[in-house]
């Protein structure tokens, strides 16, 4: 299935980032942005982008938000995560596992 996922885990609480608002934006070779899809994650942390994408793209996680939801009870140092990548194969599935805490992250693109 061609598409994107995304699982975010909180890693300071030990649990899947449920709730958790993502934008991907498409970036357009003139450098014109638009939003492609937005969501929020599921109670597993998960969020599903279906159908053929190739192209430059920037996902944008919201983890401010994320962390004051769910009732983080000390300084946030990340707002958002902007994550930039281009996908040349259009037809495969890409994977975008995040592990964050108020401090920091870890994310990678995979298919």
């Not at 598409?3 to 709730?19: L, Q």
């Not at 944008?60 to 939801?69: A, E, N, Q, S």
Request: aromatic share 10%; net charge neutral.
């Amino acid at each position: 299935m061609a598409g994107i996922s995304v699982h975010a885990v909180d890693i300071a609480a030990g649990c899947p980032a449920a709730g958790l608002r993502v934008d991907l934006f498409r970036i357009a070779a003139d450098a014109r942005v638009a939003l492609l899809h937005g969501g929020i994650t599921d109670a597993a942390g998960m969020l599903t982008i279906p159908g053929e994408i190739h192209g430059r793209f920037e996902a944008v996680f919201h983890l401010g938000d994320y962390l004051r939801t769910t009732g983080h009870g000390g300084e946030i140092f990340q707002e958002r995560l902007v994550f930039a990548f281009g996908i040349d194969k259009p037809g495969r599935h890409h994977h975008l596992p995040l592990k964050f805490t108020a401090f920091g992250c870890s994310l990678f693109l995979t298919h």
